[in-house]
């Protein structure tokens, strides 16, 4: 019984303690890579069949250039799946969140909404936050960049 006591002791010290909870975070951003892998080859693939449909369909009910915003819309989705499989390989490189990276796929997350936006269903309050969203990751963008390019340790 002390022998189990001291096992526990030793488990709950603050030094194991913090390796036991690292390893977790290691364990879980591997397997979120192996997922967000699959879900970009699938949304490839999902691009694929669109592109092939829209292109080599005779029977499209309508014009390529009218779902051209489709198109960026599944091209911009890969991309932020790209960007955020590199922030987690990031973290697992580093052990630190790249707070740049993250604002980046932030802006291109948000770049692809307004991309796609279609102006007949939204609200100006609507625009006007995506526009306060943009400008604010873009001077939060600017602020970390410059501050990484004064200090790069």
């Known amino acids: 019984m002390r022998k189990?006591?001291?096992?526990i002791t030793a488990a709950t010290k603050d030094e194991n303690f913090m390796h036991m909870i690292e390893s977790i975070e290691v364990l879980v951003s591997k397997v979120l890579s192996i997922?967000?892998?699959?879900?970009?080859l699938v949304a490839i693939t999902d691009l694929?069949?669109?592109l092939f449909k829209e292109l080599f369909s005779m029977h499209?009910?309508?014009?390529?250039?009218?779902?051209?915003?489709?198109v960026f819309g599944l091209f911009l989705d890969v991309l932020i799946a790209l960007e955020i499989l590199e922030n987690i390989t990031s973290y697992l490189r580093k052990?630190?969140?790249q707070v740049e990276l993250v604002i980046a796929t932030s802006l291109i997350a948000v770049?692809?909404?307004?991309?796609i936006l279609d102006l007949d269903k939204v609200k100006g309050t609507d625009i006007l936050g995506l526009g306060v969203t943009i400008f604010a990751l873009a001077v939060s963008y600017w602020i970390i960049r410059h501050?990484?390019?004064k200090n790069p340790n």
């Open 95 to 97: 052990h630190v969140f």
């Open 48 to 50: 694929g069949f669109f």
């Open 4 to 7: 189990l006591l001291k096992q």
């Open 35 to 40: 997922f967000l892998v699959l879900v970009i």
């Open 147 to 149: 501050t990484n390019t």
């Open 111 to 115: 770049s692809r909404k307004i991309i």
């Open 60 to 70: 499209s009910s309508k014009p390529f250039n009218e779902n051209l915003l489709n």
